[in-house]
């Protein structure tokens, strides 16, 4: 088993879940030893959980933590290799061959090849993180595909060879869970099911981005929130919305709304469907008052 | 030489739960067996929590799962005996609130249809009886002809095509290399189309009791014809037996799928099975975009506003919804039960779902519509 030797200063998943503090970011023990692990074996780390717990922040925040750059490849159904690796660019290469003339010109240069997000990646694996968004969006050929990559981080391009990584580039997945990942693609991963938060712990991370948010604030809306995910609805508020909702209570509040008031009013940042709206209007004003209690 | 090849004695315990593991149903393969034993050499001499956890992230157990996960690692590692049997429903089943409820119900609303079903029923009857021998028939008909014949959508990919709306530049330059940068051509590009997502919601409840066997042998072949099937069986409780009915072998995949369907005949609260089955996330996606096909009679006990709720909520997210109950007989069918004439304006069809023949001539004419 490879082991990474060069993690600057981070060897314990303490030392990581520290240092994700610095960047703004709460980890619990269970992320915390995931992504350690995954850094320090050289393993891709998958991460999945419901919209909105964290998962793309994460990647961020080690990205953050390493000084790296941050490399975001977006899934979307159909998305294929000229999207995800390399491209080239063929009007120029067809602009090349006319202005050429007679004169022998090689059109599968550097100049011509277009830097897809998995190659810029594998071509600066000790400066970047490579993050793959939502990979339950892709369709199966394209996990069939990352398989290879994530195996062996290279990819031939037929014109001019194979472009290996020098070093285990660090690679971190995230899934919405819409579908089943194959099992073949978890394999190779570390892997971490990331929870909501504790009340305690979202309260904290409420404050940690939201600078203005005072603790009691913080506090109530986790409360609030807490219990809307106990509701059905179709889309129960993740962090962000937590985050969001403190937000815009507290400028409300700022403008001279009143306490209770100025959270009602902002209910639009944390619940984004009309039904969630309206299945729950009736027992806001109870639900908000117990919360702020 | 086999003495180099034993294990150190304090690696044996974490290779022998791997062992537990795989013998519960949990995929491990052996590569993550050396990434346990990596992490745990890595991490150095801690907490049992810090073995639990790296067993999580390396072994990966399906989040589902983690409550087994968990009972395993404490029976191996902490010598737990207290294994609870009963608890061990951690599976893909979502249990409805106040179970008990829908039994007392049943009886009830069982009188209050009764006058209106009870000539549908008779009538149902003798058009039922041709189609039974032909079940066998229509299950092969929907193998053979679904895949060519089941909705499509635009995909995001692109083929090739004589004519189509986008250049290929790719081909283009290809050909024009050949002719001194000359182009002579251009080459075309077309949207690939792909095979849409369905959804199957079958009613297993004690109304349905006559259709269910047949509606499961009919799911199953239609998982095996076409990719991107989901099913899912509703009673008092919301189960997910898309897994088992992948295995090939009918007879062992309808066991296995029973085996972890536990409301079979009982009482049915359709509007809350269809709540439950849009509250998980995970769940609701299904149906997105898909051309989705209920088979159920709409003989709900429970709240009729939930059920109408829900069958709205669900016909925004579909492609298509379609609604078949073995109660309508003709075209000419018109729905007697309050639950029925609550849905009708939100489903796209609503007919016959009484015989396989039926059920399978729908489902391949999905494709030939545009959705309302």
């Keep these: 088993m490879a082991v990474r030797g060069n993690i600057v200063g981070i060897d314990s998943p303490e030392a990581l879940e520290r240092a994700l503090r610095t960047a703004y970011y709460l980890a619990d023990d269970g992320l915390a030893t995931a992504a350690y692990l995954g850094l320090a074996l050289g393993k891709p780390l998958l991460l999945e959980g419901a919209p909105g717990v964290g998962k793309t922040e994460a990647a961020k925040a080690i990205a953050a933590v390493l000084g790296r750059r941050l490399i975001r490849l977006q899934c979307y159904e159909g998305i294929d290799a000229s999207a995800a690796l390399y491209e080239w660019n063929?009007?120029?290469?067809?602009?090349?061959?006319?202005?050429?003339?007679?004169?022998?010109?090689?059109?599968?240069?550097?100049?011509?090849?277009?830097?897809?997000?998995?190659?810029?990646?594998?071509?600066?694996?000790?400066?970047?993180?490579?993050?793959?968004?939502?990979?339950?969006?892709?369709?199966?050929?394209?996990?069939?595909?990352?398989?290879?990559?994530?195996?062996?981080?290279?990819?031939?391009?037929?014109?001019?060879?194979?472009?290996?990584?020098?070093?285990?580039?660090?690679?971190?997945?995230?899934?919405?869970?819409?579908?089943?990942?194959?099992?073949?693609?978890?394999?190779?991963?570390?892997?971490?099911?990331?929870?909501?938060?504790?009340?305690?712990?979202?309260?904290?991370?409420?404050?940690?981005?939201?600078?203005?948010?005072?603790?009691?604030?913080?506090?109530?809306?986790v409360a609030a929130v807490g219990k809307l995910r106990r509701e059905p609805l179709s889309k129960a508020p993740g962090i962000a919305e937590a985050v969001d909702w403190a937000e815009a209570a507290t400028l409300l509040h700022e403008r001279g709304a009143r306490w209770p008031d100025a959270f009602k009013r902002s209910i639009g940042v944390a619940l984004k469907d009309e039904e969630d709206l309206t299945f729950i209007s009736g027992r806001l004003d109870a639900l908000i008052a117990e919360a702020a209690a | 030489m086999s003495d180099e090849l034993q294990l150190p004695q304090a690696a044996r315990a974490f290779v022998s739960f791997v062992a537990l593991l795989r013998i519960n149903g949990f995929a491990v393969a052996p590569e993550q067996t050396t990434a346990f034993l990596a992490a745990i050499e890595l991490l150095g001499p801690r907490s049992m929590e810090a073995i639990r956890l790296a067993g999580l992230a390396t072994l990966a157990p399906p989040p589902e799962r983690r409550a087994t996960y968990d009972r395993l690692f404490d029976l191996h590692f902490l010598g737990s005996e207290a294994i609870d049997h009963a608890g061990a429903e951690d599976e893909e089943v979502v249990r409805l609130q106040e179970e008990g409820r829908g039994e007392d119900e049943t009886l009830l609303a069982d009188e209050a249809n009764e006058s209106g079903?009870?000539?549908?029923?008779?009538?149902?009857?003798?058009?039922?009886?041709?189609?039974?021998?032909?079940?066998?028939?229509?299950?092969?008909?929907?193998?053979?002809?679904?895949?060519?014949?089941?909705?499509r959508r635009r995909?995001?990919?692109?083929?090739?095509?004589?004519?189509?709306?986008?250049?290929?530049?790719?081909?283009?330059?290809?050909?024009?290399?050949?002719?001194?940068?000359?182009?002579?051509?251009?080459?075309?590009?077309?949207?690939?189309?792909?095979?849409?997502?369905?959804?199957?919601?079958?009613?297993?409840?004690?109304?349905?009791?006559?259709?269910?066997?047949?509606?499961?042998?009919?799911?199953?072949?239609?998982?095996?014809?076409?990719?991107?099937?989901?099913?899912?069986?509703?009673?008092?409780?919301?189960?997910?037996?898309?897994?088992?009915?992948?295995?090939?072998?009918?007879?062992?995949?309808?066991?296995?799928?029973?085996?972890?369907?536990?409301?079979?005949d009982g009482g049915t609260r359709i509007g809350d099975a269809l709540q439950a089955f849009l509250a998980v996330p995970r769940f609701g996606g299904y149906a997105r975009g898909a051309a989705v096909v209920i088979l159920s009679d709409g003989l709900e006990r429970g709240d009729p506003s939930a059920l109408r709720d829900a069958v709205a909520k669900l016909s925004r997210r579909a492609w298509r919804l379609s609604w078949m109950t073995p109660l309508a007989t003709g075209p000419g069918f018109q729905p007697q039960t309050e639950a029925l004439i609550a849905i009708r304006r939100f489903v796209d069809d609503l007919v016959d779902g009484g015989s396989t023949a039926a059920i399978v001539s729908h489902v391949l004419s999905l494709g030939q519509r545009k959705a309302a």
């Design chain 1, 90 to 221: 063929y009007p120029r290469q067809m602009l090349a061959i006319r202005q050429a003339g007679e004169e022998s010109i090689d059109i599968y240069g550097e100049t011509f090849l277009i830097e897809r997000p998995m190659l810029a990646a594998l071509r600066a694996p000790d400066s970047t993180v490579l993050l793959i968004d939502e990979i339950d969006r892709a369709d199966q050929e394209f996990e069939a595909f990352l398989l290879e990559f994530l195996s062996d981080f290279q990819i031939s391009i037929p014109e001019r060879g194979t472009v290996r990584a020098a070093e285990r580039p660090v690679v971190v997945l995230t899934s919405n869970r819409t579908r089943d990942l194959h099992e073949a693609l978890r394999r190779r991963c570390v892997y971490h099911w990331i929870e909501y938060p504790t009340a305690d712990r979202e309260a904290r991370i409420v404050m940690m981005r939201a600078s203005s948010v005072a603790e009691s604030t913080a506090r109530a809306v």
């Design chain 2, 117 to 151: 079903l009870a000539a549908a029923r008779a009538e149902a009857l003798v058009e039922r009886r041709f189609a039974a021998s032909a079940t066998g028939d229509a299950l092969r008909k929907l193998s053979r002809e679904a895949p060519a014949r089941l909705p």
């Design chain 2, 155 to 264: 995909g995001h990919r692109r083929m090739r095509s004589r004519r189509g709306p986008l250049a290929d530049l790719r081909r283009t330059l290809r050909e024009s290399v050949r002719n001194d940068g000359e182009v002579l051509r251009l080459g075309r590009l077309k949207r690939r189309e792909r095979p849409r997502k369905v959804l199957l919601l079958i009613d297993v409840s004690g109304s349905m009791k006559g259709r269910t066997d047949d509606n499961m042998k009919l799911s199953h072949a239609l998982v095996h014809a076409i990719p991107h099937v989901e099913v899912f069986t509703f009673g008092t409780r919301l189960t997910r037996v898309t897994r088992p009915l992948r295995l090939k072998r009918r007879e062992q995949a309808l066991s296995a799928a029973a085996h972890l369907v536990s409301d079979w």
